[in-house]
């Protein structure tokens, strides 16, 4: 069975914003200062991450010479998180870096699920390892990681009045299975192993292709389909959201599951 797997091209993308939220923004994000993400309130993953669905942060290892790189968001508290870059040896046992404090806020409605970071203080500079350090500092600062690496996980359930292997076999025959088709261009995505839990199928979301997996049950008279991905996103500034990524998705795979 193939291993799918997203480059960290992809992941570290500028995203951004897109779509109005009712819920009412802090103080901090309205005078845009603070960068500002917002996310669907209806996502069944809203526990994940700092919340919201939301994750943020990478690490990868290039080779033994060229080393490893990462950005970790790490919370200290439920209003408070600590970044953190690293440019380094592959093990990290010796590398250079940033940490810098961030003020975190969160904000729901039933339409939005909104976190804005402010920082708190400068970012500063720090050294891992043996005195004879020759690693340059990373060229991405802890802001960056915030921006660049926003990802909503977003989980829903769609009902179907037709069985469940009717509603797999519309996915089977309008989608993807597998994402085996390399042939158009692919929307920001998530690593899966085919075969491995609930199907996964590369779905038309709005003008991009993105990964989906898909499970559907008996219910009642029915069926409930329940569908995962990472969201697109759109930026304006200093904010961003997946507002309008969420409704393209739900939209797209009820069309597939209701055809």
């Not at 960290?8 to 200062?33: H, I, K, M, W, Y």
Request: with cysteine; aromatic share 10%.
């Amino acid at each position: 069975m193939s291993t799918f797997s997203w480059s960290l091209a992809l992941t570290l993308v500028g995203l951004g914003a897109l779509g109005a939220s009712s819920a009412q923004e802090p103080a901090n994000a309205r005078d845009g200062s603070a960068l500002v993400f917002v996310a669907p309130a209806d996502n069944e993953n809203s526990d994940e991450g700092l919340g919201c669905g939301t994750t943020f942060g990478f690490s990868y290892v290039i080779d033994n010479v060229k080393g490893s790189r990462s950005g970790k968001v790490e919370r200290e508290s439920s209003a408070a998180v600590l970044i953190t870059t690293f440019k380094g040896a592959a093990n990290g046992s010796t590398g250079k870096g940033q940490r810098q404090r961030f003020k975190l806020q969160h904000e729901a409605s039933p339409e939005s699920c909104i976190l804005s970071f402010q920082a708190d203080g400068a970012a500063e500079p720090y050294k891992k390892g043996s005195f004879m350090n020759l690693w340059e500092a990373p060229d991405f600062s802890p802001t960056a990681v915030l921006r660049d690496t926003f990802k909503v996980r977003y989980k829903f359930s769609v009902p179907s009045e037709y069985p469940p292997d009717s509603a797999i076999a519309n996915f089977d025959r309008l989608a993807d299975k597998g994402c085996n088709n390399v042939g158009y261009p692919r929307a920001l995505g998530f690593d899966y192993e085919n075969g491995v839990g609930d199907p996964v199928y590369c779905v038309k979301v709005g003008d991009k292709v993105q990964p989906v997996r898909i499970g559907c049950v008996p219910y009642r008279n029915g069926t409930t389909c329940t569908a995962s991905a990472v969201l697109q996103s759109s930026r304006e500034g200093n904010r961003y959201s997946a507002i309008e990524g969420a409704r393209l998705l739900r939209e797209s795979v009820s069309e597939i599951i209701n055809d």
